[in-house]
């Protein structure tokens, strides 16, 4: 029976002359024959390799900012960049630039695209900004976004390095595609510390590529994932990679309908994690057997947590007795917020034990809580002795005169609680009398926070200054301990027949400039206060301090009335007082080290 061969003919070729091009790469050729009936050997088809088939790769132009552009040309570059695009301006980006023209080469605190309808064009058009303009954060919330637009986006954030944050959350049109693209992103942007995406749908597929983001290549510390029905399998694979994760400080989990389940996770994800600082579960379901799963995990740490909220999760007073025990055992719990649950004053008084034996909590929230004057009673004993406590608060709870009344005498006993939220007006006081008690003992409890946060704001001001005077005196030490420390040239002689070799260390200026100032970039000399002048006066006969004399100095400060969260505006005036006082500043001749008091001991 006869062979039969397809042949497709010979190839040809185009011939390339080695001396056209310099780049010319030489070629194999390889020959393939076929069998014919009768035997003989004809070329069908001739292929040839290239030895090498990348000749070179690069990377792409790193981008330097015109640092020349103003605002306005950066106004007229993007109208023309719109009108190329045939697309209308934001009023919301020309309002931005112009708001900071002045300062519009430093990061700007907000850059908001927040309920704009974006499409391709527009955001094509918005590439002349970011060419010019970075942020802090950058917020693209309920912006219509879809992938295409997502993908340019990101595009553009990772070439112009835009922001430090980023918002891209109730964006209902985003695909779990997506998704791929904020990997993408998160992966090459070490400059992204923060991601929000609130009101964001989870599939399975999105959510694997955000947890492999998390657990691979994101230099995230901050993470809000709010409102995005985060529960089951989704919250499996976050917890999952959170236990590898080493970079992520603060993780906001509210208002997904977590279960006792989902917090079992969260227990085992914080058994192995010790570096998330802030975990927010406020408005959820985890119930009393979920604080259990958390308690258990926390347990487990040496450090880590510093703040747990629990708003609105169904506890009880069952929750307070395991978080009692975690608070005698944890070291760095700081900030405890149990608002908004059915605790009662036996929760209250379950929590007092475990507050007694802690010494690192500091803000305390118990809001709504459903507490009376049995259950304030119990937190007055726990103000009266505690040494770390800033801030209570204890609004829309039945306090009535009887609380309000152990909580003033607590106080009085306290200098480090400068923040007592209570209700104004009581609440089911029904006799007048009561009610003017009461609003007595209010009024008071307020001028001893006044007292507390004045003395507070007095010693920071002092340890401030005393930083930049123990700055001062160390740089003086060093710099005079190294001059005395040269020498002169030194001849080291060999005992063979080479010639002596003159070497000489480095001078003690040089030392000083090379390293001690790279160290303390931020901390200059010249920003120092000056200390007093007998203490670095060069004169010999100016009186110096001996070694066990010390210079004491004293702080007075004027306070004007001025809203909390904005703090107090301090005047601080420093004063040389001959007596020393129990929490006046104290210069030794020989070290510098803290005194019992917790103020700093200076030493030169």
């Given at each position: 029976m006869p062979e039969y061969f397809i042949s497709t003919g010979p190839s040809q070729l185009p011939v390339r002359d080695e001396s056209d091009s310099e780049s010319f790469h030489r070629e194999r050729t390889r020959t393939v024959y076929t069998t014919s009936s009768r035997g003989s050997s004809i070329p069908e088809r001739t292929i040839r390799f290239r030895e090498q088939l990348v000749s070179f790769s690069s990377s792409p132009p790193s981008f330097n900012r015109d640092l020349s552009v103003t605002a306005a040309d950066v106004i007229v570059k993007y109208k023309?960049?719109?009108?190329?695009?045939?697309?209308?301006?934001?009023?919301?980006?020309?309002?931005?630039?112009?708001?900071?023209?002045?300062?519009?080469?430093?990061?700007?605190?907000?850059?908001?695209?927040?309920?704009?309808?974006?499409?391709?064009?527009?955001?094509?058009?918005?590439?002349?900004?970011?060419?010019?303009?970075?942020?802090?954060?950058?917020?693209?919330?309920?912006?219509?976004?879809?992938?295409?637009?997502?993908?340019?986006?990101?595009?553009?954030?990772?070439?112009?390095?835009?922001?430090?944050?980023?918002?891209?959350?109730?964006?209902?049109?985003?695909?779990?595609?997506?998704?791929?693209?904020?990997?993408?992103?998160?992966?090459?942007?070490?400059?992204?510390?923060?991601?929000?995406?609130?009101?964001?749908?989870?599939?399975?597929?999105?959510?694997?590529?955000?947890?492999?983001?998390?657990?691979?290549?994101?230099?995230?510390?901050?993470?809000?994932?709010?409102?995005?029905?985060?529960?089951?399998?989704?919250?499996?694979?976050?917890?999952?990679?959170?236990?590898?994760?080493?970079?992520?400080?603060?993780?906001?989990?509210?208002?997904?309908?977590?279960?006792?389940?989902?917090?079992?996770?969260?227990?085992?994800?914080?058994?192995?994690?010790?570096?998330?600082?802030?975990?927010?579960?406020?408005?959820?379901?985890?119930?009393?057997?979920?604080?259990?799963?958390?308690?258990?995990?926390?347990?487990?740490?040496?450090?880590?947590?510093?703040?747990?909220?629990?708003?609105?999760n169904q506890l009880t007073k069952f929750s307070c007795q395991y978080l009692a025990g975690l608070l005698s055992i944890h070291k760095t719990l700081d900030s405890l917020n149990l608002g908004a649950n059915d605790l009662k004053n036996e929760g209250a008084c379950y929590l007092k034990e475990g507050l007694l034996r802690s010494n690192s909590i500091v803000k305390l929230g118990l809001n709504s809580t459903k507490i009376e004057s049995e259950g304030a009673v119990a937190i007055a004993e726990f103000i009266a002795v505690s040494q770390t406590i800033v801030r209570i608060d204890l609004r829309e709870n039945i306090l009535r005169t009887a609380g309000l009344m152990a909580l003033a005498h607590a106080v009085k006993l306290n200098y480090t609680i400068h923040r007592l939220d209570i209700d104004e007006v009581p609440r089911r006081e029904s006799l007048r009398d009561f009610q003017s008690i009461y609003l007595e003992f209010a009024e008071q409890i307020q001028f001893l926070l006044r007292r507390n946060k004045s003395i507070a704001d007095e010693s920071e001001a002092r340890k401030a200054i005393l930083a930049r005077q123990a700055s001062y005196f160390a740089r003086s030490s060093i710099s005079s301990r190294l001059d005395q420390d040269s020498g002169p040239c030194i001849e080291s002689y060999d005992h063979g027949n080479q010639p002596p070799v003159a070497t000489r260390e480095r001078s003690p200026s040089t030392l000083y400039k090379l390293g001690w100032q790279q160290a303390n970039d931020t901390d200059d000399t010249e920003h120092c206060e000056e200390p007093d002048s007998s203490l670095t006066s060069n004169d010999p006969t100016a009186q110096k301090p001996s070694s066990s004399e010390t210079s004491t100095f004293s702080t007075s400060a004027e306070y004007t009335d001025a809203p909390f969260d904005g703090g107090e505006r301090v005047e601080v005036k420093t004063v040389k007082d001959t007596e020393a006082s129990d929490d006046a500043l104290s210069f030794n001749s020989s070290d510098i080290n803290f005194v019992s008091n917790g103020d700093y001991q200076v030493s030169v």
């Amino acid at each position: 029976m006869p062979e039969y061969f397809i042949s497709t003919g010979p190839s040809q070729l185009p011939v390339r002359d080695e001396s056209d091009s310099e780049s010319f790469h030489r070629e194999r050729t390889r020959t393939v024959y076929t069998t014919s009936s009768r035997g003989s050997s004809i070329p069908e088809r001739t292929i040839r390799f290239r030895e090498q088939l990348v000749s070179f790769s690069s990377s792409p132009p790193s981008f330097n900012r015109d640092l020349s552009v103003t605002a306005a040309d950066v106004i007229v570059k993007y109208k023309a960049s719109c009108e190329h695009y045939k697309v209308r301006p934001l009023t919301t980006i020309i309002t931005t630039i112009e708001e900071y023209s002045e300062n519009l080469f430093d990061r700007i605190p907000l850059l908001s695209l927040k309920e704009e309808k974006l499409d391709s064009r527009i955001v094509e058009s918005l590439e002349e900004v970011f060419r010019n303009v970075q942020c802090n954060v950058l917020d693209l919330e309920n912006s219509n976004l879809d992938d295409q637009c997502a993908s340019a986006l990101f595009d553009m954030v990772e070439y112009y390095e835009t922001a430090f944050c980023v918002k891209i959350g109730a964006n209902a049109r985003l695909t779990p595609h997506c998704w791929l693209y904020v990997y993408q992103l998160l992966r090459r942007c070490p400059f992204i510390t923060e991601f929000h995406c609130q009101h964001s749908e989870f599939f399975d597929n999105a959510m694997v590529f955000f947890a492999r983001s998390l657990r691979n290549c994101s230099f995230l510390t901050t993470l809000h994932i709010e409102q995005c029905h985060l529960s089951g399998r989704q919250l499996l694979l976050l917890a999952t990679a959170m236990k590898i994760n080493i970079y992520l400080k603060e993780l906001y989990l509210g208002s997904n309908g977590l279960t006792s389940q989902d917090a079992m996770q969260l227990g085992g994800m914080l058994k192995f994690n010790s570096n998330l600082e802030v975990l927010d579960l406020r408005n959820n379901v985890i119930n009393d057997t979920g604080v259990v799963y958390l308690c258990e995990g926390l347990k487990d740490q040496i450090a880590g947590l510093q703040s747990l909220t629990l708003w609105n999760n169904q506890l009880t007073k069952f929750s307070c007795q395991y978080l009692a025990g975690l608070l005698s055992i944890h070291k760095t719990l700081d900030s405890l917020n149990l608002g908004a649950n059915d605790l009662k004053n036996e929760g209250a008084c379950y929590l007092k034990e475990g507050l007694l034996r802690s010494n690192s909590i500091v803000k305390l929230g118990l809001n709504s809580t459903k507490i009376e004057s049995e259950g304030a009673v119990a937190i007055a004993e726990f103000i009266a002795v505690s040494q770390t406590i800033v801030r209570i608060d204890l609004r829309e709870n039945i306090l009535r005169t009887a609380g309000l009344m152990a909580l003033a005498h607590a106080v009085k006993l306290n200098y480090t609680i400068h923040r007592l939220d209570i209700d104004e007006v009581p609440r089911r006081e029904s006799l007048r009398d009561f009610q003017s008690i009461y609003l007595e003992f209010a009024e008071q409890i307020q001028f001893l926070l006044r007292r507390n946060k004045s003395i507070a704001d007095e010693s920071e001001a002092r340890k401030a200054i005393l930083a930049r005077q123990a700055s001062y005196f160390a740089r003086s030490s060093i710099s005079s301990r190294l001059d005395q420390d040269s020498g002169p040239c030194i001849e080291s002689y060999d005992h063979g027949n080479q010639p002596p070799v003159a070497t000489r260390e480095r001078s003690p200026s040089t030392l000083y400039k090379l390293g001690w100032q790279q160290a303390n970039d931020t901390d200059d000399t010249e920003h120092c206060e000056e200390p007093d002048s007998s203490l670095t006066s060069n004169d010999p006969t100016a009186q110096k301090p001996s070694s066990s004399e010390t210079s004491t100095f004293s702080t007075s400060a004027e306070y004007t009335d001025a809203p909390f969260d904005g703090g107090e505006r301090v005047e601080v005036k420093t004063v040389k007082d001959t007596e020393a006082s129990d929490d006046a500043l104290s210069f030794n001749s020989s070290d510098i080290n803290f005194v019992s008091n917790g103020d700093y001991q200076v030493s030169v």
